[in-house]
C-alpha cells in the first residue's frame, strides 16, 4: 500500500483527531462560560496538543501478540483528548472561572476548528479531483 504523497492517511487521521478535539474543546469552553456564576464549580479544559507531542514518527515497536506491552511512543491513532481541572490560579469570588480568559479561549478555539476543516476538505477536494481524474 502506498503510504507516501496523496495517498498517506496520517494527515486524514491527524486533521479528523484536531476537528474532534476543537469540537470537545468548544463544548469545554461552553460549558466553563455557561457557569461562570456557579458557586463551587472548577473550570475544565481539553488537553490534546500536549499529548501529541509524545506521538507521532518516532520508533515502535512492532507487537506479535495483543497482549504484549507497546514499546515507544503511541501512534496518532491512539491520541485521545482528555478533559482535567484546569489550574487557573484565578478566583472571581464565586469559582475560578475566568470569563474573559474562557471568552479569548473560545474565540482562538474557533479559529483552530475552522482551520483544521478547512485543511481537511481540502485534503478530500484533492482526493476526489484524483479519483476523478481531473487536474488542476
Known sequence: MLKTGLFDRSHLTTLKKAVDAYAQRHQVTAQNIANVETSGYRARELKFEDLLTGAGASIEGYRTHPNHFPIGRQGLG????????ADTGYDNGVNDVDIDAE???LATNDLSYRLATRLLSQRYSVLRSAIKGQTR
Open 78 to 85: 491512539n491520541v485521545n483528548p482528555r478533559t482535567v481541572d
Open 103 to 105: 471568552m479569548a479561549n
